[in-house]
């Protein structure tokens, strides 16, 4: 009997240490998983907040320019057929049929169709409204020249590896920041061989382009 007895104590004892083994190893496998669980969240969590942070970075970028934008003025001289001709202060965006409006409307036998009322405001920008009749060579004419003698404009558009920044802030949605950029981008990384190269300056993305595209040019 004791020998029996012997026998089933020991095999009791071996029960519980094995049972005792495999729970301290379930522990610490549970508790290993619910370490790692937490972690690979805070890492997701820290990964989509760094992604809108950029995003809402990029997006205050885009609004302090817009405001730079909105607040920035040009001077354009507006002779001829208008009821007060003269020098105007207008906002960068304007267009001719904003700087005719600034000067009173159009006279009587004014030859409205020679202007091209939607085009763009530049700094120094002359506008001649001509009589019905009268022939003008220059109806519009903007300054061509930067204080480096190269040009700035071509056909009407900005040449983006010549201009100044002062005539790149009359592109829609480039302000001093923007402008600065551009310059500092074709001083570092040599001239722009195509439109769409603007998009590698920082902070001139897809829609900044878009907004541009029509009014730039890279041609010599």
Do not use: C
């Amino acid at each position: 009997m004791k020998e029996l007895w012997s026998v089933h104590k020991m095999k009791v004892l071996v029960s519980i240490s094995v049972i005792a083994v495999i729970s301290i190893l379930g522990w610490s496998s549970m508790s290993k998983g619910e370490a790692d669980t937490p972690m690979q969240q805070i890492s997701l969590i820290e990964e989509v907040q760094g992604e809108e942070m950029e995003e809402n970075s990029s997006e205050e970028i885009e609004k302090v320019e817009e405001v730079e934008v909105a607040n920035q003025e040009v001077l354009i001289d507006i002779k001829g057929q208008v009821m007060q001709p003269g020098v105007y202060k207008m906002k960068t965006g304007d267009r001719i049929i904003d700087a005719v409006e600034k000067a009173g409307g159009f006279l009587e036998g004014a030859d409205s169709d020679k202007v091209n009322l939607a085009a763009l405001l530049a700094d120094e920008m002359v506008i001649i409204v001509p009589k019905e009749g009268e022939v003008i060579e220059e109806v519009v004419q903007q300054p061509v020249t930067n204080e480096r003698g190269h040009s700035g404009t071509s056909g009407g558009l900005v040449n983006i590896n010549t201009a100044s920044e002062e005539e790149l802030t009359s592109l829609t949605g480039i302000g001093p920041s923007k402008a600065k950029a551009i310059v500092d981008y074709r001083t570092e990384n040599g001239l722009f061989k195509k439109e769409e190269d603007i998009m590698q300056v920082t902070g001139i993305g897809q829609k900044s382009f878009e907004k541009l595209r029509n009014e730039i040019t890279v041609a010599n």
